[in-house]
Antibody
Framework: EVQLVESGGGLVQPGRSMKLSCAASGFTFNNYDMAWVCQAPKKGLEWVATISYDGSSTYYRDSVKGRFTISRDNAKSTLYLQMDSLRSEDTATYYC?????????????WGPGTMVTVSS | DVVMTQTPVSLSVSLGGQTSISCRSSQSLVHSDGNTYLYWYLQKPGQSPQLLIYKVSNRFSGVPDRFSGSGSGTDFTLKISRVEPEDLGVYYCYQGTHYPYTFGAGTKLELK
């Protein structure tokens, strides 16, 4: 059974940093691209970042470029999201998701999410 | 970015009834490879999204045949037949044709 479990969320002040983790199990982690998708309170879903199966390629939505860094440790089957220079508009639940597709991207399994609140 | 517009915003349905959700994209979702990368997700209350339909009309593993997707180009529909309590939640369409890939704002399905 595919399992994704996020951790590391919480309350953080604007301008500070936070690192999210996602522990994966139930599948061969290093065979899959992975992604972070966020959902602001009472809002819809937004793709945040993607990393290729081997970590050689990364992609970001414009609003987080230069502030967020996606990475992975295939030996530990763990995905990360380093979030720097946080803003109030980054407040959201962050989901780790297994990504599928080559000429397309979609997400077939999601974790339960971890909430990040950026506030002073 | 491609804008995905879902209608209605919310929907009331009786158990055992039938309903449909519309999703319209601001650009054609036909990819240069000939495929149309339109997906549907359901987010049940308090849960993360789950994949229902991929490439317009294909049900993901374990999804009952009460769910069916259709459409082409810029207009797509998710139909739910014989609605059951576990079908309630927010439905999102998602396009994987034009980067950056985008979700619709969601349609909330509630009990009448």
């Amino acid at each position: 059974e595919v399992q994704l479990v996020e951790s590391g969320g919480g309350l953080v002040q604007p301008g500070r940093s936070m690192k999210l983790s996602c522990a994966a199990s139930g599948f061969t982690f290093n065979n899959y691209d992975m992604a972070w998708v966020c959902q602001a309170p009472k809002k819809g879903l937004e793709w945040v970042a993607t990393i290729s199966y081997d970590g050689s390629s990364t992609y970001y939505r414009d609003s987080v470029k230069g502030r967020f860094t996606i990475s992975r440790d295939n030996a530990k089957s763990t995905l990360y999201l380093q979030m720097d220079s946080l803003r109030s508009e980054d407040t959201a639940t962050y989901y780790c998701a297994r990504q599928r597709g080559i000429t397309t991207w979609y997400f077939d399994f999601w974790g339960p999410g971890t909430m990040v609140t950026v506030s002073s | 970015d491609v804008v995905m517009t879902q209608t209605p915003v919310s929907l009331s349905v009786s158990l055992g009834g039938q309903t449909s959700i519309s999703c319209r994209s601001s650009q054609s979702l036909v990819h240069s490879d000939g495929n149309t990368y339109l997906y549907w997700y359901l987010q049940k209350p308090g849960q993360s999204p789950q994949l229902l339909i991929y490439k317009v009309s294909n049900r993901f593993s374990g999804v009952p045949d009460r769910f069916s997707g259709s459409g082409s180009g810029t207009d797509f529909t998710l139909k739910i037949s014989r609605v059951e309590p576990e079908d309630l939640g927010v439905y999102y369409c998602y396009q994987g044709t034009h980067y950056p890939y985008t979700f619709g704002a969601g349609t909330k399905l509630e009990l009448k």
